[in-house]
């Protein structure tokens, strides 16, 4: 993964971008993005032949504009070697889903990333049979129904895997939804995508 989002208050992000940095054995830079100029000081900066692990480090994207979002998601498609994105968002809900599909979503506050209902629709989906899983998902015909049921099964598999016993389901369901998101954003046919995600979830 080479692009992270961080959710929380600033000063508990700031810490978890540093600490993150360091897993990576990148050095740190802090750009603005707020803005298009913004986006295109990066551009240039990346364009460089960076020679060591570098971690970008954007606060704050909630406070960007829609025109600087897309502008940006041009170097999270293109992944550079040795080129890392930390990004920080007081809320997820803030910032488009081709951002967020493209980051490593980590939640310094858990409690608040996704609704008690979505947590406990999500132990059933886990809990349930093949055949029961392949039902539900039978019944979700539309793209964009799909990204948002895939998206909150990622978000509320976050928060489980933090504050349950048994994390290997929940990082094993974390990795299927977020190949199946990529799918569908990719054109994958809906149907066939999300049956693949129920068979690979056994």
Not at 26 to 42: N, S
Not at 179 to 201: C, D, K, M, P, Y
Request: charge should be negative; aromatic fraction near 6%; hydrophobic fraction near 45%.
């Amino acid at each position: 993964m080479h692009a992270f989002l961080l959710i929380g208050e600033d000063i508990q992000v700031t810490e978890a971008a540093r600490d993150l940095a360091n897993k990576l054995k990148a050095k740190i830079f802090e750009f603005p993005l707020e803005k298009i100029e913004d986006v295109r000081g990066l551009n240039s900066f990346v364009g460089l032949s960076i020679g060591q692990p570098t971690a970008v480090l954007a606060r704050n994207m909630q406070n960007a504009t829609l025109e600087a979002l897309n502008a940006f998601l041009k170097n999270l498609e293109e992944p550079q070697e040795g080129l890392f994105f930390i990004l920080t968002s007081t809320s997820i809900k803030a910032l488009p889903e081709t951002i967020v599909s493209r980051c490593q979503v980590i939640f310094s506050k858990v409690e608040e990333a996704v609704d008690m209902p979505y947590l406990v629709q999500t132990q059933e989906f886990l809990e349930a049979s093949v055949g029961e899983k392949l039902t539900k998902v039978s019944e979700i015909k539309d793209r964009l129904e799909a990204k948002d049921f895939t998206n909150n099964l990622i978000l509320s598999c976050h928060r489980l895997l933090l504050s349950q016993n048994n994390p290997t389901i929940y990082s094993r369901a974390i990795r299927t939804a977020s190949f199946t998101r990529h799918a569908l954003e990719a054109n994958g046919n809906v149907t066939l995508q999300l049956a693949n995600l129920a068979i690979s979830l056994v």
